[in-house]
Each structure stands twice: as C-alpha cells, then as structure tokens.
C-alpha cells in the first residue's frame, strides 16, 4: 500500500479524534526532545496487515519521523513472540500515534487472519471467498484491502460500483423480471447485473430477464446444490453467489455444491481484533 496524500490525511483525521487539544500526559511526563525507539510485538499467531498505515500513523505527525523498519510484508503469517516492526522517531510522537496506529493494526490484521481462514477451508473447489459492505463507515477501503491480504476478493465497492438487486428492490420494482428489466434499460452496457434469489421461481425469473449474476441467500448446502443445478441447467454461464449462514465450520460444504463465489460479512464486520502490544524504550 501506498503512503499517498489520501492515506496520511486519512491518519491525522484518526488522529485527531484521539488527540484532541493534545497529548497531557506525555506533555506532563516526557521531555519533547527524548527520542525513542517502539517495537511491535505479536502476542498470538496472525497474518499481518496495515504496515504501511501504521507508518502513516507516525509520519502524519512528524513528516521527520524514520520509516517503519521491518523485515516482514502485509500478507505475512507471524508467530507470536516476534517483534515485526519496530519505530524510531521522537518519543512524545511515537506515544501519541501509538493507540491509532495499534487499532488499526489489529483490526486489520484480524479481517487478514480470519479470510486467510476461510480461503484455507475452501482450497481446491475453486470458489472465491469475497467480502460484503458490511464495513465499518470510514473504513472500508481499508478493511477490503485487508481482504485481499488475507487472499479473498473484493465484492463491489459501493452503491455506484456495481448493480445489485437485492429483496427490497424487488419488492418495489413490482418483482423481479420487472427489477432486472429497469436495471438492464437504466445502466450501461459495462455494468453487469446481479439479482439475489430465494427461491426456484425467482431464480427462473432472474435468468430468463438475463442476469449475469445470481445471489443465492440463506439456503442450506443440500437446497442450495439444487437450486445451483437448475441455475446452470437454464444458463450454463451464469455466474452463482453463495451467503447467508455460512461459517468457518459449514463454509466447504457450500463450496462443494458448485457455487463461484461465496461472499461472507463476518470478514469485515466479525473479524476479532488480533493481540499486538508496541513497547517504547529510550533511545540513547
């Protein structure tokens, strides 16, 4: 990732919330010319993500401040025990960005490990594991990329990156050959069209009103291998999506039924934040 003037800008309105009229602690307690040297230690086994952020961290607060040093990249399965990544810099600058830059560590670090998981229990179907907007507001971009470090793929982006004709849509558009017929004559000829089903006859409709991709929700394995069935029977083509109910534990179960893609909103909105601790020490 890189360090553009959208992430650092990104970094200092974290940092901002966490700062406010300053650092009184560190103001009270530590001289502003000591300098110091901070060291990130994993405390259980991960996959690391959001090196470079964390860097961002320190550099939008002192444009001076050293590079992270660290012999490791994002995408990288680290042990607990090891220092990954070590700070240099002045020391009020590195307590004041250590908080913002540990959360987003974390937080990253844990939708990396966790679709790393996923991706694992899925290897040899070919089914690709793909996130949701189910993201927390302001840091979406960030927790897609920490999916793709994981090895899963971005679904869209947002509300104007792709159509999606989800059973809200449907109910108001008067169903859903008439949903897929409005989207087909509204949108241009690069966007494709999904439309998520439930059952048979939906699944019917959605194909012959030409969808290109199908969004199979809340089945289980057995229903679902059926309905994929059908599907392809009507449209070899067409691409299928599995969601809903789908866990770590029942995940290769539904990859088995003949699925393309299976998309999975704990990646971003369940993923548990991993133990990262950064200890600072004098630097003499």
Same mark, same amino acid.
């Given at each position: ?11 200092? &309105?974290?940092? +901002? ?12 307690c530590v001289s502003e010319n000591v300098l110091g ?31 992270? &040093?660290? @012999? #490791? ?16 810099? #002045? ?27 996923? *991706? ?5 179907? @070919?089914v690709q594991i793909v996130d949701t907007r189910k ?8 927790? %897609?990329?920490?999916?793709?470090? !994981? ?14 004709? %989800?059973? $809200? ?8 050959? %008439?949903? *897929?017929?409005? +989207? %087909? ?13 439930? $059952? ?5 409709? +959605? ?5 290109? *991709? ?6 289980? =394995? ?21 969601? !809903? ?8 179960? #539904? ?9 999975? !909103? ?15 020490? =004098?630097?003499?």
């Amino acid at each position: 990732m890189r360090l553009d003037g959208n992430l650092l800008y990104m970094m200092s &309105e974290f940092l +901002a919330e966490d700062i406010g009229r300053g650092d009184i602690t560190t103001q009270a307690c530590v001289s502003e010319n000591v300098l110091g040297v901070g060291s990130f230690l994993a405390k259980e086994r991960f996959v690391i993500c959001g090196l470079r952020v964390a860097e961002a961290v320190f550099l939008s607060l002192d444009e001076s401040s050293c590079e992270l &040093e660290t @012999g #490791y990249k994002d995408g990288d399965e680290i042990e607990a025990g090891t220092v990954f990544a070590v700070q240099r810099g #002045y020391a009020n600058i590195l307590l004041a960005g250590e908080r913002t830059a540990l959360n987003l560590l974390q937080r990253l670090s844990g939708i990396a490990t966790l679709t790393r998981e996923y *991706v694992r229990a899925v290897e040899g179907t @070919g089914v690709q594991i793909v996130d949701t907007r189910k993201t927390t507001p302001g840091l979406r971009m960030l927790e %897609k990329y920490a999916v793709t470090v !994981g090895g899963g793929k971005n679904h869209r982006l947002g509300l104007d990156d792709g159509v999606l004709i %989800k059973d $809200n849509h449907i109910a108001l558009a008067g169903g859903v050959r %008439k949903a *897929v017929e409005l +989207a %087909k004559n509204s949108v241009g000829h690069l966007h494709k069209i999904e439309v998520e089903i439930s $059952n048979w006859r939906q699944l019917r409709e +959605a194909i012959e009103a030409g969808a290109d *991709v199908i969004l199979i929700d809340n089945q289980t =394995p057995n229903e679902l291998r059926k309905l994929v069935e059908m599907a392809r029977s009507l449209n070899p083509k067409v691409l299928i999506e599995a969601s !809903g109910g789908i866990t770590l534990e029942n995940v290769r179960s #539904y990859a088995e039924t003949g699925v393309d893609l299976i998309s999975v !909103g704990k990646l971003t909105h369940s993923a548990r934040a991993v133990d990262i601790s950064f200890k600072i020490q =004098p630097l003499l």
